[in-house]
């Protein structure tokens, strides 16, 4: 990974048309039917809010070769898609929901930045893969399946990518934390599906390539017969974040505003099934074309990213393999193995992965890294330090399974000091709101889905009881901090298994996702959970 490499040169365009097979006519930028017609009465009405961390995409953005503006009820490709709600954002792209007037159905819309349209890079990859028929049990789980069309759009910040697709659910990322986990039975069948959906990707020579816990999402039931009312009581009303106040001035490359993402944790039993599908092929390649890979830092996900990445060499494979296993602790625990932001240094993401695996082998001991923390020849050794994390196997131990809470605050509530829950053996658990504006539990579908509060951590409990008297009180945060049931020791051993053959330093020696998904650990466990 060199520093300062700058755009990616244009006869990479043509490379890139090359390693997917790319046929000009198929992909003709000519047909630009890009008319964007703006329901602006509608849109007026939208009260706007403060832009919380991570809710929306970076505003900067918005730019000659950025993102798009798009706001609610526009009208995309000669008015066929109505814009009905926000899914989420990428790096490199804004995903919506909207209606396709032709098909009386809902479907899902990545516009890309104006730069990465002109690579084509994902709809060459899921072109590549539509034309490779398989009975693998691994292509249902990958996204090349639901692609439907693609079209243009020209706006203020260049001409853009459309692609359209079947509406797919919350990520993974979205739907574990400490406000809310995947079932054990789904856990281990999900991470399956996602170790098969990747063989399949192995087995036709696609690398991924920035494979996160935000590329693995949850499949949707039908829900084409819903109005747009009923989306938006079960997924939330669009919040939207005003850009015409005083910090950003309104220009005509950026939206009036921006808009959150759809609250999939909301809907009820039955929207989200038990399949997942991997998206995002923005750097994916053909091993074959070795070239093609992306080595813009920005794209990197440390908290996902192999040693390799981070040293600066080749992703290929077994660079996917590491980060599968990644999304697979992530899966079970419920938080990221390596917690760490995209902006932290790839030196910084070594010293991490040292404290939660091992010492760095002789051959990767001596890569070098500049003050910044990025490789590079003439810099220096990396200078561990003493950490008091759990080695893997300690984290794995330390999984914590599943208790229930009755969930019994409702609207009505919100105006009362403190709330008493039910647990399943009738402890009493104690929860402060204050005007609403703390929730301890979030609506989900119970078949799929447990809520963990209480946590055996206090940093959110100090959060629920910030300007509170009671923070003071032992004995109620006490009752909100007794620790969960851990992971069986039986179970414990064969994820340890699993996770030990892939997250390995060495590229070559990381179990290949073929013969990972014949693991033990996937079949499951009757036994009682340990306390």
């Known amino acids: 990974m060199e520093r300062g490499n700058g755009p990616e040169p244009a006869p990479q365009a043509a490379y890139r048309s090359k390693m997917w097979g790319l046929i000009d006519d198929e992909f003709s930028e000519d047909e630009d039917s890009s008319d964007i017609i703006a329901d602006d009465e509608q849109s007026n009405e939208m009260p706007s809010h403060p832009i919380p961390l991570k809710q929306a995409e970076q505003p900067l953005n918005y730019c000659p070769g950025g993102l798009h503006p798009v706001h609610l009820w526009d009208s995309l490709d000669c008015g066929r898609y109505k814009v009905i709600h926000k899914l989420g954002y990428e790096t490199s792209s804004t995903i919506w929901l909207a209606r396709d007037s032709n098909h009386d159905v809902y479907v899902a819309i990545k516009i890309l930045m104006a730069k990465a349209s002109k690579y084509r890079n994902e709809l060459g990859c899921l072109h590549y893969l539509s034309k490779k028929p398989s009975t693998h049990p691994g292509r249902k789980y990958v996204a090349a399946s639901f692609l439907d069309r693609h079209f243009w759009l020209r706006g203020p910040n260049g001409r853009h990518l459309a692609l359209v697709s079947k509406v797919s659910g919350p990520s993974v990322s979205q739907m574990t934390g400490w406000h809310i986990r995947i079932r054990e039975r789904l856990a281990r069948k999900i991470a399956r599906q996602v170790t098969q959906g990747l063989a399949y990707l192995h087995s036709v020579g696609i690398c ?11 499949q949707l039931a039908n829900f084409d017969s819903w109005s747009e009312e009923k989306v938006y009581e079960q997924l939330g009303q669009p919040v939207v974040f005003d850009l015409c106040g005083d910090v950003w001035s309104r220009e005509p490359s950026t939206p009036e505003y921006l808009v959150g993402s759809a609250e999939f944790f909301r809907a009820g039993p039955g929207l989200l099934t038990e399949d997942i599908s991997i998206i995002s092929y923005d750097d994916s390649f053909r091993v074959k074309f070795p070239k093609a890979l992306s080595t813009d830092e920005e794209k990197v996900s440390n908290g996902f990213a192999a040693p390799e990445i981070l040293f600066g060499l080749k992703n290929k494979f077994p660079s996917d393999l590491w980060a599968l296993g990644c999304i697979i602790y992530q899966i079970c625990a419920g938080q990221p193995l390596f917690p760490c932001s995209v902006n932290v240094s790839p030196a910084e993401a070594v ?4 404290d939660t695996i091992e010492n760095l082998p002789t051959i990767f001991a001596g890569i070098k890294f500049d003050e910044d923390g990025f490789p590079n020849k003439r810099g220096h050794k990396l200078k561990m330090e003493h950490s008091s994390r759990c080695l893997l196997g300690g984290l794995v131990a330390n999984i914590e399974v599943e208790r229930e809470v009755v969930d019994a605050i409702s609207p009505s509530d919100a105006d009362t000091e403190l709330y008493e829950l039910k647990e399943a053996q009738s402890n009493p658990l104690v929860v402060a709101l204050r005007n609403g504006q703390y929730r301890a539990h979030v609506k989900a579908d119970p078949n799929l889905f447990w809520k963990p509060f209480p946590r055996t951590g206090l940093t959110y409990i100090d959060c629920l009881y910030q300007n509170s008297e009671e923070t003071d009180n032992e004995e109620l945060i006490g009752k909100m901090a007794r620790p ?11 994820l340890l298994d699993l996770l030990s053959s892939v997250l390995r330093y060495t590229p070559d020696t990381r179990q290949q996702a073929a013969r990972l998904v014949k693991n033990p650990w996937f079949s499951g466990y009757s036994g009682q959970l340990a306390s």
């Open 351 to 354: 010293r991490e992965i040292v």
């Open 484 to 494: 969960l049931a851990k992971i069986p020791p039986e179970e414990a051993e064969d």
């Open 208 to 218: 991924h390539g920035n494979l996160t816990a935000s590329s693995v999402l949850f």
